[in-house]
């Protein structure tokens, strides 16, 4: 079946690779003009101005978004409230700062939104994605949709898990000074001290990759053009990172988002993990500064995989151990 959107796929198939910080594709530009305007117009992307949080969290519930687990996000919207108006900063990991909310678009109202959706969730289109980089989709389920961040999201630097097989980000802000604002992807390498940890990566394949605290990565570009996607197949060196600081009650911060993910024990890419070691255990050089919460993190995370061995569940899993 056709879409008005399967000029994308003719894109992607076009697009050259870039190998700067790492294998990757950029497509600047992506939607045609007529299809990105309409887009970005639609009151599910461009909702007016609110007074309040609450009143935020109003009109996206009316407009059909969903809360949803998300690495460095929380999933209730009343305590990120509390949260904010108390200037109190919630973590969703060790490594991070502050934790912020991830909405998706569940049930849009939009003629050309539905029909995006429908596109963005193809087999026509996800399997062209997949065959780009060379991975048998049939190896993969697929996971999209348009999404939310609201200020003080935050995911520091990380590869992503080896389940995952590819992801591609989507810039649809509905602001005009979007491209200036303080809530883009990071693209990043290891400082030259710390790149011993991406070569561990590389050569222990049954390592899990996990997040790194900011400050032993350099950011070589962001992605800020509004209407440009960039896609990539995870690897010891994907490194990308994300923290948002910006006035979200007059835009927010939109994307098209989606994964393909291994499916257990298929293909010949999917490697299952048997050791799962977090960012201190990489750190050599020095022992980080151990507060009450990074010793009972640790602790927990400790004799889990001791009682529990590959099965264990890091006490964050719920919000790192998903995307």
């Known amino acids: 079946m056709s879409s008005r959107f399967d000029y994308l796929i003719t894109k992607i198939e076009d697009a050259d690779f870039s190998e700067h910080p790492f294998k990757h594709i950029e497509i600047t530009n ?26 935020l969290f109003e009109v996206l519930f009316g407009n059909g978004d969903q809360m949803i687990p998300f690495p460095g996000a929380i999933t209730d919207h009343l305590e990120y409230i509390r949260n904010r108006r108390k ?7 060790s490594a991070t700062e502050s934790a912020g909310v991830v909405l998706r678009l569940t049930e849009p109202k939009s003629n050309v939104l539905i029909q995006f959706k429908e596109f963005i969730e193809s087999e026509k289109f996800n399997s062209a994605l997949a065959k780009k980089f060379g991975i048998e989709y049939s190896d993969c389920t697929k996971d999209s949709g348009v999404q939310k961040y609201l200020d003080q999201y935050e995911i520091s630097p990380h590869p992503d898990l080896r389940k995952k097989a590819l ?47 900011w400050d ?27 923290k ?59 004799l889990r995989r001791k009682v529990l061995g590959d099965k264990g569940k890091k006490v964050d899993a719920s919000r790192s151990d998903h995307y």
């Open 167 to 213: 992801t591609f980000m989507l810039n649809i802000n509905p602001a005009k000074d979007s491209e200036s604002a303080n809530h883009h992807t990071h693209y990043l390498t290891f400082k030259p001290e710390r790149k011993y940890v991406g070569e561990l990566w590389k050569g222990n394949p049954l390592t899990e990759r996990c997040w790194v605290p």
């Open 30 to 55: 992506f939607l045609n003009e007529d299809d990105f305007n309409e887009i970005i117009s639609c009151t599910e992307v461009n909702m007016p101005e609110c007074g309040s949080d609450s009143e």
């Open 87 to 93: 200037n109190k900063d919630t973590l969703s990991h």
């Open 216 to 242: 032993w990565c350099d950011t070589v570009k962001q992605q800020k053009q509004n209407n440009s996607i960039v896609i990539f197949s995870p690897s010891y060196d994907t490194m990308h990172a994300v």
């Open 244 to 302: 948002a600081s910006y006035c979200h009650l007059k835009g927010q911060r939109t994307q098209a988002y989606g994964n393909l993910w291994y499916k257990e024990g298929e293909g010949a890419n999917f490697v299952r993990s048997t050791k799962r070691l977090d960012w201190w255990d990489f750190d050599f050089q020095k022992e980080p500064v151990q507060t009450a919460s990074d010793l009972l993190e640790r602790s927990m995370n400790y």
